[in-house]
């Protein structure tokens, strides 16, 4: 397994930018495909955003399509979360989480599939 730790969530007003990251550590980053979730209080972890190992392939929830981009840089063994236009329902703690993949552009999106995950980041969007 791989060792994920999340960090850049704070607290932003409606409109506004936060950018996530999430830095990977114990094992070979480039071939995990990753993903990012969200849990509000009182919810179920939700998917947000998932990209494969060689960047080329992502996914996103409707919810967050056209706001969100998810990117890595395996160099780094960081994937990074840039979020826009925020709303006060993107309020949540976001988690990392990491899966090895055999194929390249694999992308994974649903939480079961995912066997290594991060502490969390709170992020709240004021209103």
């Known amino acids: 397994q791989v060792q994920l730790v999340e960090s850049g969530g704070g607290l932003v007003q409606a409109g506004g930018s936060l950018r996530l990251s999430c830095a990977a550590s114990g094992r070979t980053f480039s071939s995990y495909a990753m993903g990012w979730f969200r849990q509000a209080p009182g919810k179920e972890r939700e998917f947000v955003a998932a990209?494969?190992?060689?960047?080329?392939?992502?996914y996103y929830a409707d919810s967050v399509k056209g706001r969100f981009t998810i990117s890595r840089d395996n160099a780094k063994n960081t994937v990074y979360l840039q979020m826009n236009r925020l709303k006060p329902e993107d309020t949540a703690v976001y988690y990392c989480?990491?899966?090895?993949?055999?194929?390249?552009?694999?992308?994974?999106?649903?939480?079961?599939?995912?066997?290594?995950w991060g502490q969390g980041t709170q992020v709240t969007v004021s209103s």
């Open positions: 990209i494969s190992w060689s960047g080329g392939s992502t």
């Open positions: 989480a990491a899966e090895e993949t055999y194929y390249s552009e694999d992308v994974l999106h649903t939480k079961g599939r995912f066997g290594s």
